[in-house]
């Protein structure tokens, strides 16, 4: 797994990113699961809850 390393309050591999951007972390418990780093629970809560009101739309395969 590959991770771009840069000043940041969350840092997220390719793989976390598609699955953020999916809308596949529900809550910052299954981030943090999937291996996902923030300086703190409140940033990754921040960020997670910028896509729970959105429904995951990509499909699981294509």
Do not use: C, N
Not at 19 to 31: E, I, M
């Amino acid at each position: 797994m590959r991770t771009t390393h840069a000043e940041g309050k969350v840092t997220l591999a390719r793989q976390q990113l598609a699955v953020w951007y999916s809308g596949g972390y529900r809550t910052a418990t299954l981030a943090r699961l999937a291996g996902v780093h923030a300086v703190s629970e409140k940033a990754l809560a921040t960020l997670i809850r910028s896509t729970t009101d959105l429904e995951p739309w990509l499909p699981g395969h294509f």
